[in-house]
């Protein structure tokens, strides 16, 4: 299994954005499809966004809205999830995760790496 590290979150207020980070093995960003979920306190994971080996994303839209954007570096082997125009109902532990090409992309359950999370908390 992958080791996945996130880095970004913190404490902001309603409207400002952040940038998530999630810093992979070498070339894991190029063989896997890397997605973002987050999970609120008393909630269920929810999936956010996810990005595939040649670059396609999905979204969550009933969640963002369009206003996070998932992006990667292959060379840094990193993933990232801006975050425009935060809400408070955005406060959760972020979760970076990769998954096998083909697995469905917005299942939690398909994915077999995961990270520890980072905080993200939006006060209104």
């Known amino acids: 299994q992958a080791q996945l590290v996130e880095s970004g979150g913190g404490l902001v207020q309603a409207g400002d954005s952040l940038r998530l980070s999630c810093t992979t093995p070498p070339r894991t960003v190029m063989w896997y499809t890397m997605g973002w979920f987050r999970q609120a306190p008393g909630k269920e994971r929810e999936f956010v966004a996810a990005i595939s080996r040649i670059g396609t994303t999905t979204y969550n839209q009933n969640s963002v809205k369009g206003r996070f954007t998932i992006s990667k570096n292959n060379a840094k082997s990193t993933v990232f999830l801006q975050m425009n125009n935060l809400e408070a109902e955005d406060t959760a532990v972020y979760y970076c995760?990769?998954?096998?090409?083909?697995?469905?992309?917005?299942?939690?359950?398909?994915?077999?790496?995961w990270g520890q999370g980072t905080q993200v908390t939006v006060s209104s």
């Open positions: 995760a990769a998954t096998q090409p083909g697995d469905p992309a917005r299942e939690a359950s398909s994915y077999q790496s």
